[in-house]
């Protein structure tokens, strides 16, 4: 009865090890579910900007239209400056569109614009034109001139992005 009663014993000392071993169990899964719920919560929850608000995806932009170009040819030569002081300018222009049809405007339409460029290119200053400043805003001048020319022939003005200098000689 001795050993019956030492075997009776022993499973109950035992018992107490296998509860704690299940508890054990139970906290390391719930502390392992909790931070996977939370790392994924982390890895997934929406992006926000400074302010705190979603930030929204950005939309595929589609690359702009090739560039075309149109040279002036050949280039403008003409005379200008005050009395006794006769100075030469000469500048090659191209006007630059992504736009088919306007380009066929700007170049349709070339004498309207040379017309109104030699008459611009012949009124100006040789001191305006010397400084970096004087040739940006003769650049934006000829734009509106090209930009004028190709309004007025029913195209989208802004269609005409920009104008170039490829050469500019004064003498």
Same mark, same amino acid.
């Given at each position: 009865?001795?050993?019956? &009663?030492? @075997? =009776?014993?022993? +499973? %109950?000392?035992?018992?107490?090890? !296998?509860?704690?071993?299940?508890?054990?169990?139970?906290?390391?899964?719930?502390?392992?579910?909790?931070?996977?719920?939370?790392?994924?919560?982390?890895?997934?929850?929406?992006?926000?900007?400074?302010?705190?608000?979603?930030?929204?995806? &950005?939309? @595929? =932009?589609?690359? +702009? %239209?090739?560039?075309?170009?149109? !040279?002036?040819?050949?280039?403008?030569?003409?005379?200008?400056?005050?009395?006794?002081?006769?100075?030469?300018?000469?500048?090659?222009?191209?006007?630059?569109?992504?736009?088919?049809?306007?380009?066929?405007?700007?170049?349709?339409?070339?004498?309207?614009?040379?017309?109104?460029?030699?008459?611009?290119?012949?009124?100006?200053?040789?001191?305006?034109?010397?400084?970096?400043?004087?040739?940006?805003?003769?650049?934006?001048?000829?734009?509106?001139?090209?930009?004028?020319?190709?309004?007025?022939?029913?195209?989208?003005?802004?269609?005409?992005?920009?104008?170039?200098?490829?050469?500019?000689?004064?003498?």
């Amino acid at each position: 009865m001795a050993t019956e &009663a030492a @075997k =009776v014993e022993a +499973p %109950a000392g035992e018992a107490p090890k !296998k509860k704690k071993g299940k508890l054990m169990l139970i906290i390391i899964l719930a502390v392992v579910l909790i931070g996977g719920s939370v790392g994924g919560w982390l890895a997934f929850k929406p992006k926000t900007d400074a302010k705190g608000e979603p930030e929204k995806k &950005a939309e @595929k =932009v589609k690359p +702009p %239209a090739p560039a075309i170009y149109y !040279k002036y040819d050949p280039a403008f030569v003409v005379n200008f400056g005050g009395e006794g002081s006769a100075r030469y300018l000469q500048v090659t222009v191209e006007a630059m569109t992504r736009d088919p049809p306007v380009s066929e405007i700007i170049k349709n339409n070339e004498p309207a614009v040379r017309n109104d460029l030699v008459l611009l290119f012949s009124n100006q200053d040789s001191t305006t034109l010397l400084s970096p400043d004087g040739k940006e805003k003769l650049r934006q001048t000829t734009l509106e001139v090209i930009r004028k020319v190709v309004a007025s022939e029913g195209g989208d003005p802004k269609l005409v992005e920009n104008v170039y200098f490829t050469s500019f000689v004064i003498q």
